[in-house]
Structures are given as C-alpha cells and as structure tokens.
C-alpha cells in the first residue's frame, strides 16, 4: 500500500482541503506573502498570522527525477517526480508524482494541473484513519 503523508501542525488543515479537492495556498495575514508548504512562521516578516486562499492548482514542470529503482513497494520503479512551480506565486513549489504522461514527454516549463489522486484504504482501515487518503500528483494540460 502507498505510504499516507505524515501531516503536522502546520499542513493539517491543507491535508483536509486536499481530501477536498482544493489546492490552497497560505499567506501571511501581515505582509500578504505567499508560502507553500504551510508554515506557522512568515519568512518575510516574521508574522504568525496567516489565511488561507484558494489556489488555482497550476503549475509549470520545473524539475524531476525518474526513479529506476524500487525503494518501496507502493512505488515500483519506474516513476517520475516533479518539482512544480506554481502558477500562483514566483518561487513557490509542490511536489508530486506525474499522472497519465510519459516522463520522456516532459520539459522545463511544461504546464501542469493538480491532479488529487485517490488512495486505497489500508488494511480495512477506515479513509483517512492512517494519514491523508488524497494526495496531489500533477497532469500534464493540453
């Protein structure tokens, strides 16, 4: 079974939008800076206040890695992880694995959209229960 994400203090509530379908995106109540990933602390200002906004879930591939070899069993090799940049602020990034492309096809600069990818339960286990059962990946648009 693919392994669920670990949330903390700080992505918990982003966790839950995923579950969702949103892709939110925080800002600092003070300085208006956009952060992702959540984080309780503003790096522009020092501010502990934040809100939360819709994102558009938007992106374009800024990096990636095809993995050749099968760490895990959730994850047999080969597959491909993505740096994308985000549509709605300069250097902001997520992470995911690319859905329904070939990674021979990517490039830097290729657009990307969210893609919220349902997790199977584990073990019987109600969703949810052992972590996030949505997580995001990122399909190539057009």
């Known amino acids: 079974m ?40 503003c790096a522009v200002c020092l501010s502990l206040e934040w809100h939360w906004h819709q994102g558009t879930g938007t992106g374009t591939v800024d990096g990636w890695t095809v993995t050749r070899r099968t760490f895990h069993p959730a994850f047999p090799a080969p597959y491909t992880v993505l740096r994308v940049a985000l549509d709605d602020a300069p250097a902001l990034y997520c992470w995911g694995g690319l859905a329904g492309a070939d990674p021979a096809d990517l490039r830097r600069g290729l657009p990307v959209e969210a893609e919220f990818t349902e997790l199977p339960p584990e073990n019987g286990r109600p969703p949810g229960e052992d972590g996030p059962d949505v997580v995001v990946d990122w399909r190539p648009l057009g």
């Open 2 to 41: 693919r392994p669920r994400p670990a949330p903390d203090r700080d992505s918990a509530y982003w966790w839950e939008a995923v579950r969702d379908r949103r892709f939110l995106v925080q800002y600092c109540a003070d300085c208006r800076s956009p952060r992702f990933p959540p984080r309780e602390v």
